[in-house]
């Protein structure tokens, strides 16, 4: 990403941006936690240099989410959904079961 655009952001200027890339300073907990955001990478691969890149928000956490809003859903579209849940289901399971013969 170009600094200027990482800045705005980040709700700072690029020369800021290129001075955090350039160890001349250190941001504070709020930008760390707003370029974590940005990048959607954890804080803990932007502070040392030998943690391996991980999504701030998991797959898990979307899937929470999007769990969490189900209620909104009418009576059909949540059976709808219900259905296609269990037929995904069903097919993993029996990719087991066949992974388990072969």
Excluded: Q, W
Excluded at 78 to 84: D, G, K
Aim: net charge negative; charged share 25%; aromatic share 2%.
């Amino acid at each position: 990403m170009v600094p200027g655009r990482a800045g705005e952001k980040v709700g700072t200027d690029a020369g800021r941006i290129s001075r955090y890339e350039g160890g001349r300073i250190t941001p504070s907990i709020d930008a760390l936690m707003r370029i974590a955001e940005v990048f959607n990478v954890s804080a803990d691969h932007l502070l040392f240099d030998d943690v391996p890149r991980r999504p701030l928000l998991a797959a898990e956490d979307a899937l929470c989410d999007r769990l969490a809003v189900i209620g909104e859903l009418s009576a059909d579209d949540l059976a709808s959904l219900l259905n296609v849940v269990d037929g995904l289901v069903a097919k993993s399971r029996l990719r087991a079961m066949a992974g388990e013969l072969g």
